[in-house]
């Protein structure tokens, strides 16, 4: 016969500190999540599953037809299209890692998802997010690039720094992700646990494990800095050269054909970061789990969504290409 276990959990001003019991083990092993999702209402359920299919699906379409046009057309073999090209990848990437996963809960109505389930979402939805924006920062490099050294642009962004480059930003967005799900792994949670959202969100795992998660915390700030202060620093200093530079242009049309060049891009990463910042300050000012459910909805499923049709419907070189592809295709039909 086993031996018998004391438990005891007290909640002092919200928070939960872990059980003690007299012969201690990792429960992880045996975890099973539930994620509560968007709504508990039965009606809802349908609405909800439709409207996140079609957004998957027409974010999935999108990004795809942005890599089959761009890789189609030898015109849009220039290292902005490839960085981009890598963009929708990630964005595909992002969305299929959470997507899916809620669509088969919703479907189903069972809201239960894996310990290792769990922790693979956070250890992917770190490593595209870090990619993403990654890729955005060498956007930003390769236009001011193209506006302050236009003669000599191609040279200095030849393909295989380009590569080197999206190489490097998946080293780093891996590392920290791996980082991340190590020092997660460790976490030590009580009980079966029900979780406000319908992803693995690593704030709400932390609030929920029992173990001493001030090194997680430490972590996230890390994390933060690395794949997003630091980006998104590089990215302004580019604009404030860009800028700049454009300024000094003597010709009105040259201002206005190097501000319509940056218009797609500086869309994007006002998207993406202002959705992500979003997500973190919500989480930070409110304790409402709807709330915070629908600002990473923003961040996760739209943001993927709306990409490829910033740069498709901004781009004449893409809409041209994209034009001819679909007439192509029209006349085999």
Do not use: W
């Amino acid at each position: 016969s086993q031996p018998s276990r004391i438990f005891l959990v007290l909640h002092l001003e919200n928070q939960t500190i872990c059980p003690l019991y007299m012969e201690p083990q990792n429960l992880t092993d045996v975890l099973e999540f539930l994620l509560l999702g968007l709504s508990d209402d039965p009606d809802l359920q349908p609405l909800l599953f439709g409207l996140f299919l079609s957004m998957y699906l027409v974010g999935m379409l999108g990004n795809l037809l942005i890599i089959l046009v761009i890789s189609s057309d030898s015109h849009l073999h220039t290292p902005v299209f490839f960085f981009l090209s890598n963009l929708s990848l990630a964005d595909i990437s992002s969305s299929t890692t959470t997507i899916p996963r809620m669509l088969v809960n919703l479907q189903t109505h069972s809201k239960s998802i894996t310990y290792a389930g769990c922790l693979a979402q956070v250890t992917f939805l770190s490593l595209f997010a870090g990619l993403g924006s990654l890729l955005l920062t060498l956007m930003a490099y390769d236009q001011l690039v193209a506006i302050c050294h236009p003669l000599h642009h191609l040279a200095i962004m030849n393909p295989r720094l380009c590569i080197l480059l999206v190489l490097a930003s998946f080293a780093v967005s891996l590392l920290t992700s791996l980082l991340h799900y190590l020092l997660m792994s460790q976490l030590t949670f009580c009980t079966n646990v029900e979780i406000p959202h319908f992803l693995c969100d690593p704030p709400q795992l932390l609030n929920l494990a029992c173990s001493d998660t001030s090194t997680n915390k430490i972590l996230i700030y890390f994390i933060g800095t690395i794949i997003g202060g630091i980006p998104l620093s590089g990215i302004l200093y580019s604009y404030i050269r860009i800028i700049s530079s454009i300024l000094r242009m003597s010709s009105s049309g040259g201002k206005q054909k190097a501000f319509s060049t940056c218009g797609s891009h500086l869309s994007v990463v006002s998207l993406f970061y202002g959705t992500g910042v979003g997500v973190h300050f919500t989480s930070a000012v409110t304790h409402s789990p709807q709330k915070v459910s629908v600002a990473s909805v923003m961040y996760s499923v739209v943001t993927p969504m709306l990409n490829p049709f910033i740069y498709s419907l901004r781009n004449k070189d893409v809409k041209g290409t994209l034009r001819r592809l679909l007439n192509r295709t029209t006349s085999c039909l």
